[in-house]
């Protein structure tokens, strides 16, 4: 990414909270485009230089929720998906969020209109609880902070998914620490940070995650898929798992392309015999698993079925893009 200075770069400013932010202002600083942007407190900002006051419960307690959106030819993808996670997760503690739709996507454009789309750019949309509330009390009323972070997307080495990555399971102890069920993105992941270094200490790209009843779930920042008998079979969202927005569109090519979808806890024995497995998300987009724990699965390289729908999922992308589609259900339907 470019790491160039704008000397009279303008600074979009949206002032106040809830309804008042699209109050625009427009002034002149100097700027340095770092590693991206940040929306903060009203304002476009370099990432560099963006700060959360230190009284911050999202810093203090983790009380916080966000979700992850990436761009494909300049566009947030799915973004109505990912706004409608945020604000189910928000829901679910207890965290207001006074702005609409069209408000959130009034920031983002701000962002990527500042970020430009030489790049594919991720964002973060984060709205902690804000400042206050005696200990641990909830404020009264909430003053919610929006913060949304524009940085590149990490360029994932194009040998991850010709080869594959190996997975190790995290220790069940390491994860025990999971303190908001899985379905929620909130700021709380500290046993996902663990579990990853964990794994990666021992040599593999990525972590699973246990769910109920001795199965996996998913792993650290993805869903899980393994295909045996032909079919996908992958946790339902029932089973302790973020309902990732990547997971329902690889769930709607597959249908599409006629491979039965089965989802269900996914047991040791069921990821012993797989023939493939693979992981989603916006970022790793479909990636294939080549071993767990340093096993092989099936033969040890990406089986057909997930480079399929590897490319599937790639035609999807350019054609949702190209139609501007904001949420799964208008091409999909529910
Ligand atoms: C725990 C977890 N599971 C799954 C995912 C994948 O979600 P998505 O496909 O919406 O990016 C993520 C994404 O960050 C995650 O953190």
Redesign the pocket.
Known sequence: MCRCLYPQLLGLILTGSGADQLALQWHSAPMTVGDGWAWLDGAVQPLSQARVPVTDRGFLLADSVFD?VRTYAGQPFLLGD?LD?LRSSAETLWIDVPWSDQELETVVDALLQRAGDSTAWLLRLVVSRGDGGHGLALPEPQAPRLVVLCRPVPDLPGHLYSAGVGVGRARRKTVEGRSVP?HI?SGAYLA?VLALREAQAAGAYEAL?PGPDQSWS??????LFLVAGGALHTPGVQHD??P????ALVIAVAGEAGIPVVERPLFDSDLNAAHEVFL????KEVLPVVSIDSVPVGAGVPGPITQQLRRLFREATEQLTQSGTRRLVERYGG
């Open positions: 992850t990912h996670r899985a993105k996902h995650l998913e792993a650290t920042t993805s869903n798992i973020l990732g927005v990547t997971r989603t998300s916006s970022v």
